[in-house]
């Protein structure tokens, strides 16, 4: 049997967790254990099936064994792999992180035990939207997600996650709609969803229809990738939520939107005459969101606007459709993942052990606790592009594609990127500054928490009971561990960008993909409009 | 092939009607185009099975062309049961602002106006230092050619110094300012214990 042929389990998995999850929903023990073990078990699945692509290729397994183009089908290739088992790493990383929250906090018989479930539906969802090779069931599992998403968005109901909900579910909602009114009408044009036959068929369409078809699904993904003029909503959204769910939503949520503009860029249009607005839009996504940074103060809004810059290197890797391109486009999703939502774990730590997020209000944290300054400023350090670690080997990648690519566009791009990467390590230097350099007493309004001197502090026997414990081992282990694994995709980097290299090579390809799901005697058509920058 | 046109009519007046309740203010009325959008969809799906035919259940004596798509009309099952969840879960929302807020309108970003009505000018990052801020002070000249010291104080640290009688330490062999000499030093330092890390000690 073909280990490749487990696939579905990773989205099976999760869902059977939810499930007993809620069942234990008395049990915040059990449910912790559960949750934890399962996702350890898709963590280990998922793994199994970057190594079986790794070693043996493209792989489809269709559901209940109707065949294509009429069944569903599940892929898995390098690039799902890869991107499935980087963001189970990282949903496991986050779980341990909000246990540890919870634990710390004794929500033993709050609300929030509705945590667990949602949580692994959130997870099931993504998996299914990396392995599916079938546009509606795409849809499905972006619905999943999403829906998994409002639910941790607005949890607890206070007054501000509530109105940063609304926000959230209108945009998701309305950007789903043009999703499956772009599904409709792909089907109204070539009488399938299946993304591999759909892969030869659009090709034979006439260049408006594509076109068409092609805008919109790319502003369907647009919206959900945050790219810049349909990234409006993200930065109001997402510091509201709880620090561990503005954590996952931060690494994933959009990475999967991207995930969808790659697919379609490269298997649905290859070659299509959309790269050069893509670029526009790349160089756009990339300064304004990293202005917008550069103006806030609160960290967790800081950091959303980097998150939306961040956004156009991927785009900017995809829109040069070129190998080394996409490679670097595949390495950067792998390394932003990681990166973003260590950084945001770390800003939950900020929080409790400072008692804002706000840099206006904090300071003396790096007096006050050596490790939370490591943890924030090697993560930092890495999302600004700072030699040797990720952040800068893949800007190095898509600064390289963008020069051999060679026209003005891309120069410019390859300068904005630049650019980015100098404001960013900007705005985390502003960060820095003020909440881990400066005297505490030199913030407005700071914290008594960060004043408090440590004579002051309760003592004896029963001081351990009455207060509530700043920096639990459990979050600061979890978010220590990401940080290690962001220092391992450095350490690693060459590996990792074989891997990407290998994974864009067959994307651009086409036929591994197309061949494994339709059959090897499918003819792969050169893909239409091609010329000039492939 | 014939186009049902009753249909494409009140699709488009779906689309129509969802998108102008979507812009309004009220959370209601957002819904309302919601759903509206989310049918209209379903009709565009349906649409796009062709002309109705017979209901798909195979028999052995109708020729394939006459059943009609039954792929769309999954489509459309899915996508029904999926708006449905999206729609308990928006009224939720709506009831919970109401329950929150007494009102049915979507509320601006605070943090956002905020931020919006900040000026440009930033205190700690913008404005001419008079004084050396570091923890080592060195004496320095000004602009004007004057002695300038961390005691002419500058932003938050001006009303916190002034209204003090200067405290000297000794540090490095000589009597200075007390603010001038580094942490450590300082009387009543608060950063001179080193503060246990984590773990809940």
């Known amino acids: 049997m073909n280990i490749a042929s487990l696939a579905p389990l990773a989205v099976v998995l999760p869902i059977l967790g939810a499930a007993l999850t809620f069942l234990l929903i008395r049990h915040s023990r059990a449910q912790r254990a559960v949750s934890i073990a399962v996702l350890s078990l898709t963590l280990a699945l998922e793994c199994l099936l970057l190594a079986s692509a790794w070693n043996s290729g493209t792989a489809a397994v269709t559901i209940g064994g109707w065949l294509p183009p009429w069944g569903i089908v599940m892929v898995v290739d390098q690039f799902s792999s890869l991107m499935l088992v980087v963001s189970s790493a990282i949903s496991l990383a986050v779980l341990v992180y909000a246990t540890g929250q919870g634990m710390a906090d004794g929500d033993h018989d709050a609300p929030v035990s509705i945590f667990h479930p949602t949580y692994l539906i959130l997870v099931a969802g993504v998996s299914n939207a990396f392995l599916s090779g079938d546009l509606f069931n795409l849809y499905v599992g972006f619905e999943i997600l999403l829906t998994a998403s409002y639910v941790l968005m607005t949890l607890g109901g206070t007054g501000p996650r509530i109105r940063a909900g609304v926000t959230y579910v209108v945009v998701s909602v309305v950007s789903s709609v043009l999703f499956l009114i772009a599904i409709a009408m792909v089907y109204g044009a070539t009488g399938t969803v299946n993304m591999a036959d759909l892969a030869i068929k659009l090709g034979e369409l006439d260049q408006g229809t594509r076109t068409l078809l092609h805008v919109m699904l790319l502003v369907a993904f647009g919206i959900k990738a945050a790219v810049f003029p349909l990234s409006f909503w993200l930065p109001d959204s997402y510091p509201t939520a709880p620090a561990p769910v503005t954590a996952v939503f931060a690494g994933l949520l959009t990475k999967v939107g991207v995930y969808a503009m790659v697919r379609t860029e490269t298997l649905l249009f290859p070659g299509d005459t959309l790269n050069t607005p893509l670029m526009v839009v790349a160089l756009l996504t990339m300064v304004v969101g990293i202005l917008g940074a550069l103006a806030q103060s609160d960290i967790k809004r800081l950091l959303s606007f980097t998150l939306v810059s961040h956004i156009g290197y991927m785009v900017f890797g995809l829109a040069m459709s070129s190998a080394v391109g996409l490679a670097a486009a595949v390495f950067y999703v792998a390394h932003h993942i990681t990166i973003q939502t260590s950084l945001f774990l770390v800003t939950g730590l900020i929080e409790r052990r400072g008692g804002s997020s706000s840099v206006d209000r904090l300071g003396g944290l790096a007096k006050l606790s050596p490790m939370l300054a490591l943890l924030f400023f090697i993560p930092a350090m890495n999302l600004a592009g700072i030699p040797p670690f990720s952040g800068f080997l893949g800007k190095v990648g898509l600064i390289q594609a963008g020069i051999e690519l060679g026209t003005p566009l891309a120069y410019a791009l390859v300068i904005g990127g630049v650019v980015t990467s100098l404001l960013t390590l900007l705005a985390v230097a502003r960060v820095w500054n003020r909440a881990f350099w400066r005297r505490p007493t030199d913030a407005e309004h700071p914290d008594p928490v960060l004043l408090a001197t440590p004579s002051a502090r309760i003592s004896g026997p029963g001081a351990k009971l009455n207060t509530v414990t700043l920096l639990p081992r459990t979050m600061v282990g979890s978010t220590a561990g990401l940080v290690v694994l962001g220092v391992a995709l450095t350490v690693f980097a060459g590996p990792l960008f074989g891997l990407s290299d290998r994974a864009a090579r067959d994307m651009l390809d086409r036929a591994p993909y197309i061949q494994s799901v339709l059959g090897s005697d499918v003819q792969i058509p050169a893909p239409a409009g091609a010329g000039g920058t492939r | ?201």
């Open chain 2, 1 to 201: 092939m014939s186009v049902n046109l009753t249909l494409l009519i009140v699709m488009g007046a779906l689309y129509a009607c969802g998108i102008y309740l979507i812009l309004e203010r009220s959370l209601t009325r957002v819904l309302l185009g919601l759903m509206l959008l989310a049918n209209a969809t379903n009709l565009l799906i349906l649409a796009t099975g062709g002309y109705a035919g017979l209901a798909p259940l195979f028999t052995k004596d109708t020729p394939a062309q006459d059943y009609n798509d039954p792929l769309p009309q999954a489509l459309i099952l899915t996508s029904i049961v999926i708006s449905f969840a999206v729609t308990a879960f928006m009224l939720g929302i709506i009831y919970r602002t109401w329950v929150l807020a007494r009102q049915d309108e979507i509320q601006d970003d605070m943090e956002d106006r905020r931020v919006a009505a900040t000026p440009s000018f930033d205190a700690e990052d913008d404005a001419e230092v008079p004084a050396e801020t570091s923890e080592f002070p060195l004496t320095m000249l000004g602009t004007d050619g004057r002695d300038v010291s961390n005691h002419a104080g500058s932003g938050t640290g001006e009303d916190r110094e002034t209204d003090r009688p200067v405290a000297t330490v000794l540090a490095g062999g000589r009597e200075m300012p007390a603010e001038h000499a580094a942490a450590e030093e300082q009387p009543g330092s608060l950063n001179v214990d080193p503060h246990p890390e984590g773990g809940g000690q």
